[in-house]
C-alpha cells in the first residue's frame, strides 16, 4: 500500500507550500500555502493544479499592460537616478527597439520577442548587448512586481545566448596626433581644452566643469570638485564620477604659459567658466560637439595622417598611458590618484604597458648579486 504524501496535521487540514513563480523582494522563492481537509491525494491534486497554473502563467497578478508601457514606467521610476547617459541608453533602446514589439502584453512575452529584437540589430553587436541586457531587467523588474513569473524568467534567458561584445580596445594619441596637438592653429578656448585633456588627463565632464577657480597658477595646478553631464543638451552639475573623482593635478610646465595667460584674460573679463559658448554660459551639447569639430579639423590641417576615432577620452588614455611608462619614478598608486581612479582600474586597463617595462632578469639579478 502506497504511503500518503501529506500528513493530516494537528489542525485537522493536509498542508503544503508551494513556489507560485514569483520571489520575495529578499531574493527568496515565494510560497503559497495550499492545504485540503479531505486527504492526501486531494491535496496532491491541488498542488498539480497550482503548479500547472505556474506554468501556464496564470498564477500572477493579471495584468493587461503592454511590455512597451511596462518598459517606459521601468525606465521613468526604477531607472530615474542614474546617469543621464545611462538612461539615453535605455530610452534608445526602449523606444527604438522595443517598440517594433506593439502593444505585446508583458504577460506574453516569451524568447520568441527577445529573438527578434536581436534578429532586427544584427551586425550591431553593441545594441544588441544593450537590448539583451534592457530586455532582462525589465523583466527581472516585472517579476518582482509580480507581474511576470519567474520560472518562465528563468526558462527564457536560458535558451537564449548572450551576447559576446568586446570594446575596442583602448588607445593612446599617435604619434602624428601628438604632434598636432601642439602644431595646430586652434581658436584659444580650443588650444586651452586640448591642453587640458591632453597634459592632465581629465574626463570631458570635468573639463568642461572647470571655472577660473578651479586652477590655483601659484600651485600651479587643478583641482577636480565636479563635472558637467552633456546628455540632454543643457549642462547639468554634477558630483564627479567616484569620490575618487576629487583630486587635484599638476599642470605641466609644457602647456603652463598659455593656461596662465587664458585664466588671466578670463578674470579681466569677468567671465568664470574655463570653456563658454559666446555669450558667456557653459558649453552645452551642441556647442562642444562645434569645439570638437574644429580641434580635429585643426589637427588634421597640420597631419598628413589621417586622424581618425579620435576622442577626448583618447587623450586621457594617453595621459594614463605615459604615466605608465614613468614606472618606478611615480606608483600606480599615484598614477590612479591623478587619474581619479582606482589601482585595480589602473591594473586592469593598463597592465600590459606595465609588463612591458618588466626585467624579472635584471631585477633577480640586482637583488640577488653578490
Avoid at 248 to 255: E, G, L, Q, Y
Amino acid at each position: 500500500m502506497a504511503t500518503a504524501k501529506y500528513k493530516r496535521g494537528a489542525d485537522g487540514y493536509f498542508s503544503t507550500n508551494v513556489w507560485d513563480g514569483t520571489y520575495t523582494t529578499g531574493g527568496k522563492k515565494h510560497q503559497k500555502h495550499l492545504r485540503s481537509k479531505k486527504s492526501s491525494k486531494d491535496l496532491e491534486k491541488k498542488v498539480k493544479e497550482f503548479e500547472d497554473k505556474v506554468k501556464k502563467r496564470t498564477s500572477i497578478r493579471k495584468s493587461d499592460v503592454a511590455f512597451l508601457e511596462y518598459s517606459r514606467m521601468w525606465k521613468d521610476v526604477y531607472k530615474s537616478q542614474r546617469e543621464n547617459a545611462t538612461k539615453e541608453m535605455y530610452e534608445n533602446i526602449i523606444e527604438k527597439h522595443f517598440v517594433s514589439l506593439g502593444n505585446v502584453r508583458l504577460q506574453d512575452i516569451d524568447r520568441i520577442h527577445l529573438q527578434m529584437l536581436l534578429n532586427n540589430a544584427e551586425g550591431k553587436t553593441r545594441t544588441q548587448q544593450q537590448i539583451y541586457m534592457t530586455f532582462r531587467q525589465v523583466l527581472k523588474s516585472a517579476v518582482a512586481d509580480h507581474l511576470f513569473p519567474a520560472n518562465v524568467y528563468e526558462d527564457l534567458f536560458k535558451n537564449i545566448e548572450s551576447i559576446k561584445y568586446k570594446a575596442k580596445e583602448k588607445r593612446p594619441l599617435t604619434e602624428y596626433e601628438r604632434k598636432a596637438v601642439f602644431k595646430a592653429d586652434f581658436d584659444e578656448q580650443d588650444k586651452i581644452y586640448v591642453y587640458v585633456i591632453f597634459g592632465c588627463g581629465l574626463r570631458r565632464e570635468e573639463a568642461i566643469a572647470l571655472t577660473i577657480f578651479d586652477v590655483n597658477l601659484k600651485q600651479k595646478e587643478i583641482s577636480i570638485t565636479k563635472a558637467h553631464s552633456l546628455a540632454h543638451g543643457s549642462p547639468e552639475e554634477k558630483k564627479p564620477k567616484s569620490d575618487n573623482g576629487y583630486r587635484t593635478v599638476p599642470i605641466p610646465a609644457a602647456i603652463f604659459p598659455d593656461v596662465e595667460r587664458y585664466i588671466q584674460k578670463l578674470k579681466a573679463s569677468g567671465k568664470t567658466y574655463m570653456f563658454t559658448m559666446r555669450n558667456g554660459r557653459p558649453i552645452t551639447k551642441s556647442s562642444y560637439d562645434k569645439m570638437w569639430a574644429r580641434i580635429l579639423k585643426r589637427m588634421q590641417e597640420v597631419s598628413k595622417e589621417e586622424i581618425s576615432g579620435l576622442t577626448s577620452h583618447v587623450f586621457r588614455h594617453n595621459y594614463c598611458a605615459n604615466l605608465c611608462y614613468q614606472i618606478p619614478k611615480i606608483s600606480i598608486k599615484k598614477i590612479a590618484q591623478l587619474m581619479g581612479d582606482t589601482e585595480a582600474v589602473v591594473l586592469n586597463v593598463y597592465n600590459h604597458i606595465i609588463l612591458e617595462k618588466e626585467d624579472a632578469e635584471a631585477a633577480v639579478n640586482d637583488a640577488m648579486g653578490r
